[in-house]
């Protein structure tokens, strides 16, 4: 069974673009999260969406934004990019709203 | 404020030898989860090991084991009989109360190598 799959795996983008990140969950899974790690650091939650709804987010600022679509998968936008969001994008994906989580090997950013 | 703190320095561990990576947190929720996470340099998290707040007994999976102690705070990962395969990034993370949601929140990690 296919895991968590993300793409583009890299990608390199200049400041002031904008990025669009897919994600695609375990087949089943209706939630999907979103996780920014930069590196050295652990990963910080972005968002949650389950059912297509937003079930949190974390502090980060409105320039990101992300849905969910009919499929569950998602996609993850980051508008006026800065160089501070160079970063391991991370996908995850849960049956429910809580419980394990499952990653997908992520999306990594460079902007210049 | 932090709510998970890993402040161990990178590890070295002999190979078959046991190693403990030390976590503390902070909540003042009564219900919370806590994880381990293991991060190899491909990138991907893997699950490791799961304790509940209200679990009375220390959470094992295979060669991982949990020594949680609530009033303390701490939850720290033990990996018995090390393989060079264990060699990664190993985080702890959270998830507090009943939220609705599934958020958690990771300390910065822990390094391990092991060495044959």
């Known amino acids: 069974d296919a895991g968590v799959t993300q793409s583009p795996t890299h990608l390199i983008k200049t400041r002031g673009q904008q990025v669009t990140l897919r994600c695609s969950p375990i087949?089943?899974?209706?939630?999907v999260s979103w996780y920014q790690q930069v590196l050295g650091q652990g990963p910080q939650f972005i968002f949650q969406?389950?059912?297509?709804?937003?079930?949190g987010r974390g502090n980060f600022p409105d320039r990101f934004s992300a849905r969910q679509f009919p499929n569950y998968s998602s996609e993850l936008n980051v508008n006026a990019l800065l160089l501070g969001d160079s970063a391991l994008y991370l996908c995850a994906s849960s049956p429910r709203v809580t419980g394990e989580l499952f990653f997908g090997e992520g999306s990594r950013l460079t902007v210049l | 404020a932090q709510k998970i703190t890993q402040t161990q320095p990178g590890m070295f561990v002999q190979e078959k030898e046991a190693v403990t990576l030390d976590c503390t947190y902070d909540t003042s929720d009564q219900s919370y989860g806590l994880f381990w996470y293991k991060q190899p340099s491909s990138g991907e998290m893997i699950f490791l090991i799961y304790?509940?707040?209200?679990?009375?007994q220390n959470a094992t999976e295979g060669r991982y084991s949990l020594n949680f102690q609530k009033a303390r705070k701490s939850a720290n990962l033990v990996i018995s009989a090390s393989q060079l395969g264990d060699s990664a990034m190993y985080f702890c993370?959270?998830?507090?109360?009943?939220?609705?949601?599934?958020?958690?929140?990771f300390g910065k990690g822990n390094q391990v190598v092991v060495i044959p």
């Open positions: 993370a959270m998830r507090e109360g009943q939220r609705g949601n599934n958020r958690l929140a």
């Open positions: 087949s089943g899974h209706k939630s």
């Open positions: 969406y389950y059912e297509k709804e937003e079930r």
């Open positions: 304790q509940g707040s209200y679990d009375e």
